[in-house]
């Protein structure tokens, strides 16, 4: 079936130009694009691997390698070897994937069969001069994200490991798409892919019949829909090619430079790499509008593309870029006296407009990929999840972020007669909460688990697929046995049941629920900030470790499922700074709601192992015998096997201690709320430490 045209892909202008000016140098550092579900964001990734300029490669050679350079190939030299020109490729990386089968790995049958140490490549080396397109890439294991981006950093993939010592090309083209809905990159992994861009549905209704038109064009008839767009496609080509062979000549001044400088630094944007890559783009900007040096129009565009997601401090920051504040940092002229380097100055229509970027889709002289024009893809401002909350209470509740997920409820839930919004102060550095005994979850940073990649502890004959061979442990299962095998000295002789594989530890990610006591007697002792702001920093270190979280809240007459579970922490915070409190305490409520969420959960993820929060100060007084009640279903708690920790909010001279009451009956770990911070911790130990010295 044929792919559906790149040139026929209706917006998503920024996403376009950015694919391209990766492609036209492959240095700038990959694409990740970000957007909601339904965009295109795969279709146009796979489209644009039709168009892609054919490349000479050795004949025979396993690595793709280009004959007119030295790849220091494994299966080299390439002397006087025959080439031919086969398509760039499009290689996919299942989220799924194992780290062997990534990098590569000893090829078993050889090893075991004929005793050879054998390289077998891995996607890289298929993808090497290609595109390697990771979807979903947010819900890849780290480590493979580290492995994959240092190998596009440096152009080279090295294997060091189970007897292999192999390094060879890995020059590819990365692009990641992600719905951010499912769970953010951490900062540190955004900042490594070169460009990003967020890509979302179009709000015109005749731009969105265009695309309907067009889609089922092609579903009633691919062929003929390609035949169409064919012309198209065939410039496209050969201005990437152009392009790619016009980059490496494109001049790149010293006020440039100085403008890129400016820029970054105006943006206060972490190290180097931002300016590094801004100017690679640059110069691709240029090299596909046909210029031979770089102007105040291509920093703009590479500017666009490659700062948003490095402006990002902490998970809650939403990437964005300031438009104003970039013309402004590039109209400061740090040399008026000397050569004007600014390209023709068109208006916002003609095609040097950084603003709607037409050269980003032009395939022939009219300056656009046949495409309507659209309102261009743009970043959403800059300000955090909790801006709108920050500047103090807000007299009524926003509308509750769970939407129709709420509908599940056993009974409506009593709005508060009083309700407050109490706004969150900023995250500190939060405790680490594990859940003990080892668990088979999916990889992550929090809980000890048996995991794909980690610490060996051991070796099976069962194959899931994850593990990798256990040399040593196969090598000791076939030595007894190579008498009744007939071997009198040479190599070893193994058989299928030899073969071991290791068993590794690492850690996993945990599903997270917050239980919070939204109650009027958490308002009245002004704690409701104070528990946000817990929660908060609960939800960074959640993040960073990988969890899916959730909310419920309890006050008024029952309990609420506020944020269903989720990876995006981004939508917790949201939900966290909008939460209303005032009312009486349904303790009980909270609680069960809570064991109906883990129960659903574990139908749909039985490996995901629960970690429970639950913020309150153990008060419960809503409904007949409330706190009968409560200390009922406490009691019960610990024949459910529920890793639990009870934060404690209460607060005062004179305290109750009915949540240190709770967290006995629960056989949970009780936490005062004043100790969550880790900071907290050691000044505790600190202050134990002291006090023994000095006695």
């Keep these: ?306 700062l948003p997601h490095r402006r990002r401090r902490n998970p809650f920051d939403a990437p964005g870029l300031d438009e104003e504040l970039l013309d402004r940092l590039l109209d400061e002229d740090p040399d008026p006296d000397g050569p004007e380097p600014d390209g023709p100055q068109t208006d916002e229509s003609g095609d040097e407009s950084a603003d709607e970027s037409p050269e980003s889709r032009n395939t022939g002289d009219d300056g656009s990929f046949g495409q309507p024009t659209d309102d261009r893809s743009t970043t959403p401002s800059a300000s955090g999840p909790a801006g709108d909350s920050s500047d103090g209470p807000s007299d009524h509740p926003t509308d509750d972020p769970a939407g129709d997920n709420q509908s599940d409820n056993n009974a409506p839930t009593e709005r508060p007669s009083t309700v407050g919004v109490a706004a969150p102060n900023s995250a500190f550095r939060a405790r680490t909460f594990t859940v003990r005994g080892i668990g088979t979850g999916s990889a992550g940073r929090r809980s000890a688990a048996i995991t794909s990649a980690g610490r060996t502890i051991g070796s099976t004959r069962r194959a899931d697929g994850a593990q990798r061979l256990h040399l040593p442990a196969t090598i000791t299962a076939a030595a007894p046995r190579q008498h009744e095998r007939g071997r009198r000295d040479g190599r070893l002789r193994f058989a299928t049941d030899d073969v071991r594989l290791r068993i590794t530890q690492g850690k996993e990610s945990n599903l997270v629920l917050f239980t919070v006591d939204a109650s009027g007697s958490m308002g009245a002792r002004q704690r409701m900030s104070e528990v946000k702001t817990a929660v908060m920093s609960l939800l960074v270190d959640a993040y960073q470790r990988r969890d899916r979280v959730g909310v419920i809240s309890f006050a008024g007459a029952g309990a609420n499922l506020v944020l269903p579970p989720t990876g995006s922490v981004e939508a917790a915070a949201r939900c966290l700074s909008d939460l209303p409190h005032g009312g009486r305490t349904p303790l009980a409520e909270g609680l069960l709601r809570t064991l109906a969420t883990v129960q659903v959960e574990r139908l749909r993820d039985p490996h995901r192992r629960p970690l429970v929060v639950v913020l309150t100060d153990g008060r419960a007084t809503a409904g007949p015998d409330a706190l009968v009640r409560a200390r009922e279903i406490a009691t019960a708690w610990p024949t459910l096997g529920l890793q639990t920790v009870v934060v404690d909010c209460e607060s005062g001279r004179f305290r109750m201690g009915l949540a240190v009451d709770l967290a006995a009956r629960m056989g949970a770990e009780h936490v005062p709320l004043e100790q969550v911070a880790a900071t907290e911790i050691v000044d505790v130990v600190r202050r134990s430490t002291g006090a023994g010295k000095a006695a």
């Design 1 to 306: 079936m044929s792919q559906f045209p790149f040139a026929a892909i209706v917006g998503a202008d920024d996403m376009a130009l950015a694919l391209v000016l990766t492609t036209v140098s492959p240095e700038v550092g990959g694409v990740l694009v970000r957007g909601e579900k339904g965009t295109a964001k795969s279709t146009m990734v796979r489209a644009l691997a039709e168009v892609l300029p054919d490349v000479e490669v050795v004949e025979r050679c396993r690595f793709g390698c280009d004959p007119r350079r030295d790849e220091r190939c494994p299966d080299g030299p390439h002397d006087d070897a025959p080439t031919r020109m086969r398509p760039a490729r499009l290689v996919e990386l299942p989220v799924g994937a194992t780290e062997d089968r990534v990098v590569g790995s000893l090829d078993l049958g050889k090893a075991l069969a004929a005793g050879e140490t054998s390289f077998e490549p891995g996607l890289l080396a298929q993808a090497h001069r290609g595109l390697l397109y990771v979807d979903e890439v947010n819900l890849l294991h780290d480590h493979l994200v580290d492995l994959l981006l240092d190998a596009a950093a440096m152009g080279r993939n090295t294997v060091e490991r189970d007897g292999v010592s192999v390094s060879h090309a890995a020059r590819v083209t990365l692009v990641g798409t992600m719905n951010p809905e499912e769970g953010e990159l951490r900062p540190q992994l955004l900042d490594r892919f070169g460009l990003t861009v967020e890509v979302r549905a179009s709000r015109d209704p005749q731009h969105r019949a265009e695309v309907v038109r067009r889609r089922l064009a092609f579903d009633a008839d691919p062929i003929a829909f390609a035949d169409r767009f064919r012309p198209e496609q065939q410039k496209l080509r050969s201005r990437l090619h152009d392009a790619s062979a016009r980059v490496a000549s494109v001049r790149l001044g010293d006020r440039a430079l100085a403008t890129i400088a400016r820029v970054c630094a105006g943006f206060d944007v972490d190290g180097m790499r931002a300016d590094i890559v801004t100017a690679r783009a640059a110069r691709a900007h240029a090299a596909w509008c046909g210029r031979d040096e770089v102007t105040k129009d291509d920093i703009r565009v590479a500017a666009r593309l490659a």
